[in-house]
T-cell receptor
């Protein structure tokens, strides 16, 4: 079965640079979620999109932005990178309004290292 | 969404049942209970979910108390590969947030 695809899997950037992470949801999934997980921490919800519109916002820094495109893939853009942005970034997808509960499926994550 | 409370860590002997508790005393009628686990730095993996009835699948069983204020995830025969952080999450099924709390780090001991 198709899973959530994230790219790149690993990314190394310098401070003050920009980075873009991509997420390709499971086919026919209409909702995408982004999470940040720092070393030794639990996943923190950043932002979600439903049908290409931002649907909810968590602890996403102002330096970060995201969008969902017409093919439902999503991109997380991070600017003015700081050392503290070094983390695993997970994307998840789901189907809204599915019969029963809305189960999220997570990707394998993108590891960002800021030097 | 309701807040959940889980013990920070637990041990379980290999081959025995692992029973992971979760308190969600402020849960409301339309909120589901979800369980996920994360094996070191991998993406969180869905285990099971339920609303009010007990549920079982090929991975685990979920027991929800009648008042729905707590639940227990049961791994019937724990293996070393079940060593992971287990998260109990409560949310509305139509919600677009999905918040992880501080889960339980389960260590399966040989």
């Amino acid at each position: 079965a198709a899973g959530v695809i994230q790219s790149p899997r690993h990314l190394i950037k310098e401070k003050r640079e920009t980075a873009t992470l991509k997420c390709y949801p499971i086919p026919r999934h209409d909702t995408v979620y982004w999470y940040q997980q720092g070393p030794g921490q639990d996943p923190q919800f950043l932002i979600s999109f439903y049908e290409k519109m931002q649907s909810d916002k968590g602890s996403i820094p102002d330096r970060f932005s995201a969008q969902q495109f017409s093919d439902y893939h999503s991109e997380l853009n991070m600017s003015s990178l700081e050392l503290g942005d070094s983390a695993l970034y997970f994307c998840a997808s789901s189907v809204q309004g599915a019969v029963g509960a809305n189960v999220l499926t997570f990707g394998a994550g993108s590891r960002l290292t800021v030097l | 969404d309701a807040k959940t409370t889980q013990p920070p860590s637990m041990d379980c002997a290999e081959g025995r049942a692992a029973n992971l508790p979760c308190n969600h005393s402020t849960i409301s009628g339309n909120e589901y209970v979800y369980w996920y686990r994360q094996i070191h730095s991998q993406g969180p993996q869905y285990i099971i979910h339920g609303l009010k009835n007990n549920e079982t699948n090929e991975m685990a069983s979920l027991i929800i108390t009648e008042d729905r204020k707590s639940s227990t995830l049961i791994l019937p025969h724990a293996t070393l590969r079940d060593t992971a952080v287990y998260y109990c999450i409560v949310r509305y099924y139509t919600g677009n947030q999905f918040y992880f709390g501080t889960g339980t780090s389960l260590t399966v001991i040989p």
